[in-house]
């Protein structure tokens, strides 16, 4: 049936259904499911992204899962949404809106690592997304940055969506003892055969933003070589001359700034409690939405304000007599924002 399909849906062959026709553009994935083609909806002139299965199984359970997402908001939740399923000669199809490119590909491209400003937004977006699963009991767990996709980077810069639900289960139908998850981003329970519950995600989630941060520095300067075909700029691997997560991270981080640095160090923290090897301890979506590198941002702009007051009452007292008025404009509006 994956050959025929295959062989079937060609560049520029029209898929049609019972509701619309599909203009195939491109092929722009690729897996152990089948692949992806990039599709113009001929009925609405929309982009569209449509999965074509070797599997019908497949096909039907990621279907089912597909259709208990349905109860979240796709936008609010940064989920990827789901359009419709079909079935043509004995080909099984699922059309997606048409996404940017996966945090995988962007690291790849742009071959420098991230920085804690650039991955908050992106660990904030991932934070919802698995708040809003649990909320309806299901667990991801393939999270990788394949399937964390940019929406348009270009034009929504780091706005992200959780993909690939293929592999998702409902928490009620985990049983202790199954492998899941990909090898590199695989949480310590599953492996060492414990209870598994939707914290397999955040330990996920943690390897993803610990690979967008440190990005090639996680290979050793062979594994660097054999992966790219050269060798790095220097051959000492930071893991050699750390002896925790978080020295390994002031290692490869160079604040110019006390707001830089106090930005490292909570994202560093936030990596502590995302890795925790212990479950049961590990942190929440829910508690780390609350977590000081999530909310950095609002925090930073009181400390400003609060730095602002400061310099406005020095140069007050030195200028006796001095209108409010008159002084800085931002600082007005910073005193303003202040009560």
Request: neutral net charge.
């Amino acid at each position: 049936v994956f050959q025929k399909g295959i062989l079937h849906t060609k560049l520029f062959k029209i898929i049609s259904n019972k509701s619309t026709q599909y203009l195939v553009l491109d092929f722009i994935g690729e897996g152990c499911f089948g692949k992806v083609a990039k599709c113009l909806n001929l009925k609405t002139d929309k982009t569209t992204a449509i999965k074509i299965f070797k599997d019908i199984k497949e096909h039907k359970e990621e279907v089912k899962m597909l259709e208990q997402l349905r109860a979240l908001d796709p936008e609010k939740n940064n989920l990827l949404e789901y359009i419709d399923s079909f079935i043509i000669q004995d080909v099984p199809y699922v059309t997606f809106e048409m996404l940017d490119t996966s945090l995988w590909d962007f690291v790849l491209q742009r071959r420098a690592p991230l920085t804690p400003k650039e991955i908050r937004p992106i660990a904030r977006q991932l934070l919802v997304a698995f708040e809003a699963l649990k909320s309806i009991g299901l667990i991801h767990t393939d999270l990788k940055p394949d399937n964390v996709m940019f929406v348009n980077h270009k034009d929504e810069p780091f706005k992200v969506k959780l993909i690939d639900f293929g592999l998702a289960m409902p928490a009620s139908e985990v049983k202790t003892g199954m492998i899941m998850q990909p090898c590199g981003y695989r949480a310590p329970e599953v492996n060492l055969g414990l209870p598994i519950c939707e914290a397999i995600d955040m330990w996920g989630l943690g390897c993803t933003l610990a690979f967008l941060f440190f990005a090639w520095r996680l290979k050793t300067p062979r594994e660097f070589k054999d992966a790219t075909g050269v060798w790095p700029s220097t051959e000492e691997w930071c893991f050699d001359t750390v002896g925790t997560l978080e020295e390994a991270v002031k290692s490869c981080s160079n604040p110019t700034d006390f707001i830089e640095r106090e930005d490292t160090m909570a994202f560093s923290n936030l990596l502590k409690w995302l890795l925790c090897p212990d479950a049961k301890r590990r942190i929440t979506p829910e508690q780390a939405l609350r977590h000081d590198f999530i909310t950095i941002v609002s925090d930073l702009l009181v400390q400003t304000n609060l730095h602002n007051i400061f310099i406005y009452l020095f140069f007050s007292w030195h200028s006796p007599g001095a209108p409010v008025s008159s002084h800085n404009p931002e600082m007005s509006a910073s005193l303003k924002y202040k009560t």
